[in-house]
């Protein structure tokens, strides 16, 4: 017998402060090794494409792997997770919504450990299904007192600042440019799928912690050279899956310009083995890819409140079979 838990269940449970603690835990046991991750994979078909994750977090008892499948008309989501003492299969998760806040969470991480005290304002470039969970991780770390948005389309931006100011209290405005929300941001969040850069590097003001969540193909790229330049610190949330993922990254790495051994991941931070600012007026990105790490360990929190909170339903699973 296996738990199931619908989108309406996940949606119940999980919390960003929760997921931000489950992830932060996740990346400090990855950085102490005693938790391993392995990047997404792609399977192409002529309609559609399928992506496979996975990760084991042993002390926490977990292991499993995410699954979704993106179609022209359907995109689906789903979390395994198993017991990594007997392998069995314990709950089976509807994983959109967990998939929206885990990311949220693991920019909400980074900006703990990256940004300054002092952040006020959080720019967001970008207006989609995302956008709104990553400016809340942002405000559960953060004491931010104002939020400035850009979108390319002026009815999903006005629907965006309203619902963030009504949801999380905080005055949201619309900007009349990407670099207008760049200039002014103390931490910036990038959430789109452009294939060309948004903002101009040169925008960025001293100090800036950006939080570049939006692309993980080599064909797209939110931030440009200039941008990469100036940041004093670089960390991802896996350097194996940012070598298959990271556009950003391609430009500077082919002209010398940045080598992997200046990229950090997030792991190193969080157990305090790279310290990411000494001065505050340094520039600083984390560049976030979506790892299984977080799924699993978001999903494990949101299993475990499910039992006790008897949320979701029991299924037959024949896991004997050979």
Request: with cysteine; charged share 25%.
């Amino acid at each position: 017998m296996a738990l199931h838990l619908t989108e309406q269940n996940v949606e119940q449970i999980l919390t960003m402060p929760m997921a931000i603690e489950a992830v932060d835990e996740a990346f400090r046991q990855l950085g102490s090794g005693q938790a391993e991750n392995l990047p997404r994979r792609r399977l192409h078909s002529a309609k559609g494409m399928m992506h496979l994750m996975a990760a084991s977090l042993p002390c926490s008892g977990y292991f499993g792997y995410k699954t979704y499948t993106v179609f022209p008309e359907r995109v689906q989501f789903k979390v395994c997770l198993h017991s990594s003492e007997n392998g069995d299969l314990l709950a089976l998760i509807e994983a959109d919504r967990l998939g929206q806040i885990r990311t949220g969470a693991a920019s909400g991480v980074a900006t703990r450990w990256m940004a300054r005290i002092d952040t006020k304002v959080i720019g967001v470039i970008g207006a989609g299904r995302q956008a709104y969970r990553q400016v809340e991780a942002v405000c559960q770390v953060r004491p931010v007192n104002q939020v400035l948005a850009y979108s390319r389309s002026s009815e999903r931006l006005a629907q965006f600042c309203q619902e963030t100011q009504e949801r999380l209290g905080v005055l949201c405005h619309a900007a009349s440019s990407a670099d207008e929300v760049a200039a002014a941001a103390d931490v910036l969040i990038t959430i789109t799928s452009s294939t060309a850069p948004v903002f101009k590097g040169e925008s960025l003001k001293p100090g800036t912690h950006i939080n570049a969540a939006g692309s993980n193909f080599l064909i797209k790229r939110e931030l440009d050279e200039t941008c990469i330049r100036r940041c004093r610190s670089i960390v991802v949330d896996s350097k194996d899956q940012a070598r298959m993922e990271c556009g950003e990254f391609l430009g500077p790495l082919q002209k010398g310009r940045l080598t992997w051994d200046q990229i950090r991941e997030l792991s190193e931070v969080v157990t305090a083995r790279s310290l990411p600012r000494t001065d505050p007026k340094d520039i600083t990105l984390f560049k976030s890819l979506g790892v299984a790490l977080e799924d699993v360990a978001v999903a494990a929190k949101v299993y475990e409140i499910a039992r006790e909170q008897k949320v979701g339903r029991m299924i037959e699973y024949g896991g004997n079979g050979g």
